[in-house]
């Protein structure tokens, strides 16, 4: 039963890391106390495989599986990466393909390589009419050319953790994707207030890319999908809008997203 008067979407989490072994259960019910509805969790590689789906099943009405490589896993045995990530795709439905994309901000080393698994992994996507869930770090402006290269109407997704700038955001919704907002936007310096002063609450999903980037007033611990409250409350301060309309809007634009939702049993979630 949630204490929370408004109910939220976490569109980002990794509530399968290790940093959740200990109290995991108790995290999960801080979760539904702070109004979270569903938490939605971007594969890494195949070493996250696993400890994903053993939550999904734990939580089949509140964790949805994605299935994908990210980019700071491409390294030099990707092509192995991707053929696991493919059979997953071919053995059961998941949610979007995630998370995927480019990462020049540990290693340019393999850019080449990250930019045909992300086209290949888009291609899947397409293939399948599910969504991408998209990462990008010092690499906004060449992502978004990339999607542009595929030009699709099926393509259709978020940019996770977006922190760029006004024609960056402009550029991402004028492609059909949403930007995903975390707890980047409680932080002062960030300029993110600024961007989504003039951003359509239709183009906005909320995150928390848990265990990562906790927002203020918890900077520097450990986030967790109860703190996606936080993004909610700094968004209707920013926008000057009912917290309740965050809440509807941006958990309506999940829903729209991730809108193919199919039931599997536990036996199918963890095949």
């Given at each position: 039963m949630s204490d929370y008067p408004v109910q939220l979407i976490d569109t980002h989490a990794h509530l399968y890391a290790k940093k959740?072994?200990?109290d995991r259960a108790a995290m999960i019910e801080?979760?539904?106390a702070a109004g979270v509805q569903r938490m939605y969790l971007p594969n890494i590689d195949s070493t996250s495989i696993e400890p994903m789906l053993v939550l999904e099943a734990e939580y089949p009405d509140l964790c949805f599986a994605m299935m994908g490589l990210h980019p700071c896993s491409v390294q030099e045995n990707y092509?192995?990466?991707l053929a696991l990530v493919r059979d997953w795709l071919d053995s059961r439905p998941f949610v979007a393909v995630g998370e995927i994309g480019i990462d020049l901000y540990w290693d340019k080393t393999h850019l080449a390589a990250q930019?045909?698994?992300f086209l290949l992994q888009c291609e899947w996507a397409i293939e399948l009419d599910v969504p991408i869930v998209i990462h990008t770090r010092e690499a906004t402006a060449l992502t978004i050319d990339l999607v542009r290269e595929v030009k699709n109407e099926r393509l259709r997704g978020i940019f996770?953790?977006?922190g760029g700038t006004l024609e960056e955001a402009?550029?991402?919704?004028?492609?059909?994707?949403?930007?995903g907002i975390g707890g980047v936007l409680t932080f002062p310096k960030s300029g993110l207030d600024k961007v989504l002063k003039t951003i359509g609450l239709q183009?906005?999903?909320l995150e928390t890319d848990a265990p990562y980037l906790a927002p203020?007033?918890?900077r520097g611990k450990r986030n967790e999908s109860a703190y996606v409250h936080f993004v909610a409350e700094r968004l209707a301060a920013i926008k000057d809008i009912p917290l309740a309309e965050v809440g509807e809007r941006t958990s309506a634009n999940a829903e729209k997203i991730f809108a193919k939702k199919t039931t599997l049993s536990p036996k199918q979630i963890l095949q």
């Open positions: 959740f072994d200990h801080r979760a539904l092509q192995e990466e930019q045909e698994a996770h953790c977006f402009n550029a991402i919704i004028e492609l059909g994707f949403h930007l183009h906005i999903v203020i007033p918890h």
